[in-house]
Each structure stands twice: as structure tokens, then as C-alpha cells.
């Protein structure tokens, strides 16, 4: 059994792991509101992007449609993107994408496809690199500041030179989705080509230019809005995760703080006993 000062010891030690904790909930609370508040305020940009690009397309079709809309034909060729943070402490969030992206993985190489990698995060680099490294063509780290469109038009350029050269068929992107501070959900997307709503109305007015060359200008700027969607939902599920993880993390430290507690006086409890019990005998023998 241990002594009373190797539990005081230990106490101390878990009082200070309790102090960060706390720090680091307080801390990513603070940032979940800044972080929810720039995913929330990115989705309608992004959805009025999608239903132009829905009703652009349903007066484009056949072999006139850009290729980032209609596709190579085939599906061999398959890029996928990972999206992640570059940071851990934030429970299941991480590991859950990273999931979502060996299941993907796995079934496309299952089903004879030729399947390349680019992680965004460091959290995914290091969790598909031992199983699919040698299929990374690109890591990319997020940082420490909020995404931005600096940040993902790289990116999103690789990735276009990549499929206008004609070395992928599909690019499909997998991130996080942001439902609520409880609730963050891996999604797959597919971004090339881009998808439309099948029965989207065809178009009751005429753009000028035409609609080709609007939807060439539009689509890679697509790709770009999509990219830095997927981040800044990532970044509010990030927060969110730490927050509720920091917490967890807070009040077990207190259990584990009251139960050290309790047994370390119950040990020095015992001691004291024991040593009464040695006084008194001697004394008797005495």
C-alpha cells in the first residue's frame, strides 16, 4: 500500500492535471463561438453556390458540359481528401474521420479502384500513414489560425491541376460535419465531379454570358468554397469535441481527487492506530 506522501504526491499531481483541463475547456469554449460562428456563417454562401450550380446545369449537357461537371466517364482513378485538425485532446473527433476515411479507402481499393491520398491535418497524416502512406501524393497542415481562403487555395489549385492533367477520375472529400456542441458526424462528399440535384428546374432566364461559360468560372471556384466549408465546420467540431472531451477530463480528475482523499486518510488512519497500539503496548509491558 502506498504511503500517505506518495498519495499526497499523487494528489498534487492530479490537482495540476486538473488545473489544465479546466484551462484548456475554458479556452476552447471561448473559440467554439468565434469558430461556430464562421461555419454558420459559410454554409449559406456555400448552399447558394450549390443551387447556381444546380440550375446552371440543367441547361448543360453531353459532351459540351465542363469536365469538372461531367466527369471523365470513368471512376478508376479516385482522390481522396481527409480533412482533420493538426492538434489532438479533443476526444473521438479526430479518430472518427480518420475511420470514415480507411472504411472509404478500403472499399474503393476493394473494389479494384486505384486510390491516392491527401491528408489535410496533421491528426490524419499520422493516422492513415501506416496503412496507406505509400498512396499520400500531399499533406497539408491546417495551423493555429482560422482558416482562410490563402490556406485552401493551394489546395484546391493541386487538386484541379491534378484532375484537368488527368491523373483522377473522382475526388471525394471527407470531413466533419458540425450538427451541435454534442454532435459532430464524418461526412463524405464528392466534389469532381460536381454533383447536382438530378430534378433541379431547368433555368426560367438567360445569363450572359451562357451558362458553360459561367459554370467553367464557377466550378473550381466551387472546389475552393467546398475546401474551406469543410475546414472551418472541422475547427467548430474540433472546439466543440475539446471542450465536452477538457471537461470529462475535469470532473474525473475530481473523482479521482476525492477517492485519493479518502484513502489517504484512512491510510494515515491506520498508521496512527498502529502507532497508538505500539505506545500502549509498550507501556503495558512496561
Known sequence: MASVKEMRTRIGSVKSTQKITKALQMVAAAKLRRAQSAAEAARPYARGMQNVIANLAAGVSGPSAPPLLAGTGSDKRQLVIVATSDRGLAGGFNGSIVRA???KIAALIAEGKDVAVITIGRKARDGLRRAYGNRFV??????????SLD???PIAQKVLDAYMGGQYDVVTLIHSSFKSVVSQTPRVVQLI???VEKD???????YEPDEDTILRALLPQNIRVQLLTALLENQAGFFASQMT???NATRNAGDMIKALTIQMNRTRQAQITKELIEIISGAAAV
Open 200 to 206: 433541379a428546374p431547368a433555368p426560367f432566364y438567360e
Open 193 to 195: 465531379p460536381a454533383q
Open 245 to 247: 472531451a477538457m471537461d
Open 151 to 153: 490556406l485552401v487555395r
Open 138 to 147: 500531399e499533406t497539408y497542415e491546417v495551423g493555429i489560425k482560422a482558416p
Open 101 to 103: 476515411a480507411r472504411e
